[in-house]
């Protein structure tokens, strides 16, 4: 196996720190595999402070978040702030579901936004970036998602086809780390992770 190189995300300190005014305060609601990524970019970027983070459980659509977890979740934080739930996915059927969100926010008396993306990666790094690695044929793994993908539904194994697995499905896919800067022993986990499922790690 090839020693693997990683593209490296800016980050700062390990732990944010959010002090900002209760009314200017805005509630991010981000899956587990994605919360310790997001935690760094808002650590290297003072102007969004302002927001604090909340995780809910990685899915990745296996099942979609419903709208019930999402009233739930954001019923469970205090005060009135804007709630955004920022995702994939897991959030693509709550894209087709703006009334019933809508009925949401007014039933909790607060701002409630669904922002779904394409890719979740898109959190991290900008989409032109990551759609040419993507046409490289590479599949890109963050600290966390290797941390997490074994405890995913089978559905979203990397060793099956499938919402995560589709491209991992091919055998000429190379595993990409994208590099936060979170985990020292990263690189060592996306080697062992790339001789599990026998693919080659991009150099």
Not at 13 to 34: N, S
Not at 98 to 119: C, F, P, Q, T, Y
Request: with cysteine; proline share 6%.
């Amino acid at each position: 196996m090839t020693k693997s190189s990683s593209h490296r995300h800016g980050v700062t300190d390990e732990h944010p720190v959010v002090e900002t005014a209760e009314d200017a305060r805005v509630y991010l609601f981000v899956c587990a595999q994605w919360i310790k990524e997001v935690h760094a970019a808002l650590e290297g970027a003072p102007s969004l402070r302002h927001l604090e983070l909340h995780g809910f459980q990685a899915c990745c659509g296996e099942p979609a978040v419903s709208c019930e977890e999402v009233r739930r979740r954001t019923a469970a934080i205090p005060g009135d702030a804007p709630a955004v739930w920022l995702g994939g996915d897991c959030l693509a059927a709550l894209g087709d579901a703006r009334s019933e969100v809508e009925a949401v926010a007014g039933e909790l008396d607060r701002h409630v936004e669904i922002a779904h993306m394409r890719e979740c990666v898109h959190m991290l790094e900008d989409p032109s970036w990551v759609e040419a690695q993507l046409k490289r044929g590479v599949h890109l793994c963050t600290p966390s998602w290797l941390d997490h993908w074994q405890a995913l539904p089978p559905e979203c194994d990397p060793r099956n086809p499938g919402v995560n697995g589709e491209r991992l499905a091919d055998a000429k896919t190379e595993l990409v780390l994208l590099d936060t800067g979170r985990d020292a022993h990263a690189e060592i986990k996306l080697d062992a992770l790339a001789e599990r499922l026998e693919r080659p790690v991009a150099t």
